[in-house]
């Protein structure tokens, strides 16, 4: 069977059924459980520490009123670092490639930011699509520039954290299928192909961690606006 650089963005199967479920579960095991103790190990200490971390971070742009969401976006994030990192291993499938996803985890959140704005202060949520000191023949047009750029945004959030773990494993496979067809004629050129993928696949985690703190990020920003 032929097998091009697509196949491993298609989810698996096993006997037919999608093993996408279980791809996305997996990361949860990967987290801390509560206990009786304090500190339990330095594994479960480094992870209380990063959460608390990410957090505050989130929570810096909102006011109280947005902490109520300070669970929701830490899960999320969570979701999409162990998910987008486990992708990365061998003989693995990342869910966050999957568009059908991420637009799955943008679209109800963002609707929820923005009906969130419209029941407790419309009139502001409102004033965004048409800027203060707008020339009264350019209101027609500002206010379907703005309400396209509104309607737009959770598209943007799935394309963007699709789009970029695309290029990255696409990257990762075309450069690791160069250095195994390069090595028995020219190992010269196969080892520093290989130090390109090492390199490569380092930055690949950093693109990871960034593209799940950005999605989440953006999130928090769009729920600033509406509270």
């Known amino acids: 069977m032929n097998l091009s650089f697509f196949d491993q963005f298609a989810s698996p199967q096993l006997l037919g059924i999608p093993l996408i479920l279980l791809a996305m579960t997996l990361p949860a095991l990967l987290l801390p459980s509560p206990t009786n103790r304090w500190i339990t190990n330095r594994l479960s200490t480094l992870q209380l520490w990063f959460i608390h971390l990410t957090t505050k971070q989130l929570m810096l742009p909102l006011n109280k009123g947005g902490h109520k969401w300070a669970l929701i976006l830490t899960s999320l994030m969570m979701l999409l670092l162990m998910t987008n990192l486990l992708g990365l291993l061998p003989y693995t499938f990342t869910p966050t490639t999957q568009l059908s996803m991420n637009m799955a985890l943008a679209f109800p959140l963002w609707l929820a930011t923005l009906l969130m704005g419209l029941r407790n202060q419309p009139t502001m949520s409102l004033g965004h699509l048409l800027p203060e000191g707008t ?35 696409l990257l990762i496979q075309l450069i690791s299928t160069a250095t195994i067809t390069l090595l028995p004629t020219l190992p010269t050129v196969s080892a520093l192909t290989s130090l390109i993928l090492l390199l490569l696949t380092i930055l690949e985690i950093a693109v990871a961690m960034i593209q799940a703190y950005v999605f989440t990020l953006l999130l928090s920003l769009y729920l600033q606006e509406n509270i």
Do not use: D
Request: no cysteine; net charge positive.
């Open 135 to 169: 020339p009264t023949p350019l209101i027609p047009v500002l206010i379907l520039i703005e309400t396209a750029s509104l309607l737009i945004r959770p598209l943007a959030l799935g394309i963007r954290l699709t789009a970029n773990l695309t290029a990255g494993h």
